[in-house]
């Protein structure tokens, strides 16, 4: 059946004459790194690829210098319960991809036309042939021909470069990455030219007694992925690696760390800078737009309160989202809010905290950490989709501040899950401005 080319927004879909599909990561901004959206899309392009009869022959590359830099996880879990749930989603995700890619019938080409890391590499022994022009670096679960080197790359962060993984036939054939789809798109083009058929059977025979295996292993592995996160200490050293990357401006360029048994080398480059960066400074809807204030919601204590009452009245006003009550990252903003009230206070400004806890929690809440400003429940998630609040992953409550001015209008959005503090210091300078015009 002839099916129309899905429009899909981080995967780029082209097919040729000779029924040969090109499906390109398209996120190189963010140097293809796998988000939420970007693993649906890529699912749902296997799944077209597989039943477009118009598709004879796929290959699978990326736009930019990167050809995939595994998963991003711009944000960090507020609790375990969270980071289990991102865990639950993005591992279903994986294990649907990868089921899809072991089953699929016509023949695969990656062209890796960049820097590879995580599912990037892992991804490329599901292709029935792999061209290369960079070096794949980070592997995980690579079933190799020789144990030896699967155990060196995995046990002993082995770096190879691409020639080494093309003697060992990780790597079909190493191209110049100016000649890389042009002569990837020629070898599809003549081998488009044999039967269809036949091409389906061939890789039917040499795929079918690992198939049942390699399923069995994507689930096992999957199982154990999950039932790892749901151990403290696994929170712990995620919690740590955000910090680091997205919180510890003074990483040098390599530098690796020791959390608990695992090690992890991290590569401040500069474009993990400029993801941070972009990620926090990121134009928001509402900027310079009236704050939206008509809504009405429970504080703690229980009584009905207007948001436009907070709002305008020749005052600056904070109105910060947090994810939850109670746990270490929003505790620490929350407190970090309260220790600067007083700046606050003196400047006649208005802080309102905004969460989807209920009002007893909200209680508790603030009646052990001594608050001195409202907090606000959001049950339904009113409030977060009048003021557009991002999610963490495509489906996490985000952090985000909304600094408005004395007339009710936005004048900055500050939207960062691990930053918590940075919230009170964007809002103390945004408020001692106001002050002072």
Same mark, same amino acid.
Request: hydrophobic letters at 40%; glycine letters at 4%.
């Given at each position: 059946?002839?099916?129309?080319?899905?429009?899909?927004?981080?995967?780029?879909?082209?097919?040729?004459?000779?029924?040969?599909?090109?499906?390109?990561?398209?996120?190189?901004?963010?140097?293809?790194?796998?988000?939420?959206?970007?693993?649906?899309?890529?699912?749902?392009?296997?799944?077209?690829?597989?039943?477009?009869?118009?598709?004879?022959? &796929?290959?699978?590359?990326?736009?930019?210098?990167?050809?995939?830099?595994?998963?991003?996880?711009?944000?960090?879990?507020?609790?375990?319960?969270?980071?289990?749930?991102?865990?639950?989603?993005?591992?279903?995700?994986?294990?649907?991809? &990868?089921?899809?890619?072991?089953?699929?019938?016509?023949?695969?080409?990656?062209?890796?036309?960049?820097?590879?890391?995580?599912?990037?590499?892992?991804?490329?022994?599901?292709?029935?042939?792999?061209?290369?022009?960079?070096?794949?670096?980070?592997?995980?679960?690579?079933?190799?021909?020789?144990?030896?080197?699967?155990?060196?790359?995995?046990?002993?962060?082995?770096?190879?470069?691409?020639?080494?993984?093309?003697?060992?036939?990780?790597?079909?054939?190493?191209?110049?990455?100016?000649?890389?789809?042009?002569?990837?798109?020629?070898?599809?083009?003549?081998?488009?030219?044999?039967?269809?058929?036949?091409?389906?059977?061939?890789?039917?025979?040499?795929?079918?007694?690992?198939?049942?295996?390699?399923?069995?292993?994507?689930?096992?592995?999957?199982?154990?992925?999950?039932?790892?996160?749901?151990?403290?200490?696994?929170?712990?050293?995620?919690?740590?690696?955000?910090?680091?990357?997205?919180?510890?401006?003074?990483?040098?360029?390599?530098?690796?760390?020791?959390?608990?048994?695992?090690?992890?080398?991290?590569?401040?480059?500069?474009?993990?800078?400029?993801?941070?960066?972009?990620?926090?400074?990121?134009?928001?809807?509402?900027?310079?737009?009236?704050?939206?204030?008509?809504?009405?919601?429970?504080?703690?204590?229980?009584?009905?309160?207007?948001?436009?009452?907070?709002?305008?009245?020749?005052?600056?006003?904070?109105?910060?989202?947090?994810?939850?009550?109670? *746990?270490?990252?929003?505790?620490?903003?929350?407190?970090?809010?309260?220790?600067?009230?007083?700046?606050?206070?003196?400047?006649?400004?208005?802080?309102?905290?905004?969460?989807?806890?209920?009002?007893?929690?909200?209680?508790?809440?603030?009646? *052990?950490?001594?608050?001195?400003?409202?907090?606000?429940?959001?049950?339904?998630?009113?409030?977060?989709?009048?003021?557009?609040?991002?999610?963490?992953?495509?489906?996490?409550?985000?952090?985000?501040?909304?600094?408005?001015?004395?007339?009710?209008?936005?004048?900055?959005?500050?939207?960062?899950?691990?930053?918590?503090?940075?919230?009170?210091?964007?809002?103390?300078?945004?408020?001692?401005?106001?002050?002072?015009?």
């Amino acid at each position: 059946m002839r099916k129309s080319i899905p429009k899909l927004k981080t995967f780029e879909i082209e097919v040729n004459p000779d029924g040969i599909a090109v499906l390109a990561l398209n996120r190189p901004e963010r140097a293809n790194a796998l988000n939420y959206e970007l693993l649906q899309d890529w699912i749902s392009s296997i799944e077209w690829a597989n039943v477009a009869e118009q598709v004879k022959i &796929v290959i699978v590359t990326g736009k930019g210098d990167f050809f995939c830099s595994g998963l991003e996880l711009p944000n960090g879990p507020s609790d375990m319960e969270e980071l289990k749930r991102a865990a639950e989603t993005n591992i279903n995700l994986f294990r649907k991809l &990868v089921d899809l890619l072991i089953d699929f019938p016509k023949l695969l080409i990656a062209a890796v036309n960049g820097k590879a890391f995580g599912f990037g590499v892992t991804f490329l022994p599901h292709c029935d042939v792999v061209y290369s022009h960079f070096v794949p670096k980070d592997v995980l679960h690579i079933y190799f021909q020789r144990q030896s080197i699967a155990s060196e790359m995995l046990l002993m962060n082995k770096t190879y470069t691409a020639p080494e993984l093309a003697k060992i036939g990780f790597i079909s054939r190493l191209i110049s990455k100016d000649q890389l789809i042009q002569e990837t798109l020629k070898e599809a083009t003549r081998i488009t030219k044999f039967s269809f058929e036949a091409i389906i059977k061939s890789k039917e025979l040499i795929r079918k007694d690992e198939r049942v295996y390699l399923h069995k292993i994507n689930k096992r592995e999957n199982d154990l992925l999950l039932l790892r996160t749901m151990f403290r200490k696994s929170f712990c050293d995620v919690l740590q690696i955000y910090r680091l990357v997205f919180t510890d401006t003074s990483i040098s360029t390599y530098k690796k760390r020791n959390f608990s048994n695992t090690i992890i080398t991290i590569q401040k480059k500069s474009f993990n800078k400029q993801f941070t960066y972009s990620y926090k400074m990121t134009k928001h809807n509402l900027m310079d737009q009236p704050a939206p204030s008509n809504l009405v919601l429970q504080n703690q204590e229980g009584e009905l309160v207007e948001l436009k009452s907070f709002i305008g009245n020749g005052k600056p006003s904070i109105i910060f989202f947090y994810p939850k009550d109670e *746990t270490y990252g929003c505790t620490k903003e929350v407190c970090s809010f309260r220790d600067s009230y007083s700046v606050f206070s003196d400047a006649g400004a208005t802080v309102v905290g905004i969460s989807s806890d209920p009002v007893d929690k909200h209680k508790r809440f603030s009646d *052990t950490q001594r608050l001195q400003f409202p907090l606000l429940s959001d049950p339904n998630g009113e409030a977060r989709k009048l003021y557009e609040v991002p999610r963490t992953l495509g489906f996490l409550p985000g952090r985000a501040t909304f600094l408005i001015d004395k007339d009710g209008i936005v004048r900055d959005v500050f939207n960062s899950m691990m930053d918590f503090e940075g919230h009170v210091t964007k809002s103390v300078e945004f408020v001692k401005n106001q002050v002072s015009t």
